[in-house]
T-cell receptor, first 114, second 115 residues
Framework: DQQVKQNSPSLSVQEGRISILNCDYT??????FLWYKKYPAEGPTFLISISSIKDKNEDGRFTVFLNKSAKHLSLHIVPSQPGDSAVYFCAARESGGGADGLTFGKGTHLIIQP | EPEVTQTPSHQVTQMGQEVILRCVPI?????FYWYRQILGQKVEFLVSFYNNEISEKSEIFDDQFSVERPDGSNFTLKIRSTKLEDSAMYFCASSGAGRNTGELFFGEGSRLTVL
């Protein structure tokens, strides 16, 4: 039962262009969403988050968009840089009396080509 | 910058043995977590811990697993009688905020290999 889905296992983008990573969710109790970046042999590193009361959150080159009606969020990275090559995980958390833990997607491997 | 540290970075054990994975969360954080990632699969929630007790656990976290905060700084995951399928990367995480706000900070992980 995949409550958080990242349907693209990998994405290749040229340096300097925009990278768009997508994430869909099925659990309507999720109300807080996060993106994590992971390099090989390291733990996930927090990138950016968004609460369900917002539809956009921006931090430097990273912007997360949330479409609640479509249960879809996306992470935009612009401009993409070689150091952005990593696996990106979408994660979500339930509100109120729901689970403490984050539910992760399977990840998208972003490859930035020079 | 404060960080979550985990030891050992890699442990190899025989099936049936007990393993303890150790974590030092960020010092002023109040919420602690264990996650695991089996090779090629997604990161899975195991357990969360707050105020010296488990606050949530997943179906994966059965009687084979236990967590403890033996002192003011360490947070441990014990796996009794390890099985081949316990081979995975185990990540500890901590957060300072409550369940619905704030991000989790992850350690670099402990790789467990069960032979």
């Amino acid at each position: 039962d995949q409550q958080v889905k990242q349907n693209s296992p990998s994405l290749s983008v040229q340096e300097g262009r925009i990278s768009i990573l997508n994430c869909d969710y099925t659990n309507s109790m999720f109300d807080y969403f996060l993106w994590y970046k992971k390099y090989p042999a390291e733990g996930p590193t927090f990138l950016i988050s968004i609460s369900s009361i917002k539809d956009k959150n921006e931090d430097g080159r990273f912007t997360v968009f949330l479409n609640k009606s479509a249960k879809h969020l996306s992470l935009h990275i612009v401009p993409s840089q070689p150091g952005d090559s990593a696996v990106y995980f979408c994660a979500a958390r339930e509100s109120g009396g729901g689970a403490d833990g984050l539910t992760f997607g399977k990840g998208t491997h972003l490859i930035i080509q020079p | 910058e404060p960080e979550v540290t985990q030891t050992p970075s890699h442990q190899v054990t025989q099936m049936g043995q007990e393993v303890i994975l150790r974590c030092v969360p960020i010092s002023n954080h109040l919420y602690f977590y264990w996650y695991r990632q089996i090779l090629g699969q997604k990161v899975e929630f195991l357990v969360s811990f707050y105020n010296n007790e488990i606050s949530e656990k997943s179906e994966i976290f059965d009687d084979q697993f236990s967590v403890e905060r033996p002192d003011g700084s360490n947070f441990t995951l014990k796996i009794r009688s390890t099985k081949l399928e316990d081979s995975a990367m185990y990540f500890c995480a901590s957060s300072g905020a409550g369940r619905n706000t704030g991000e989790l900070f992850f350690g670099e992980g402990s790789r467990l290999t069960v032979l």
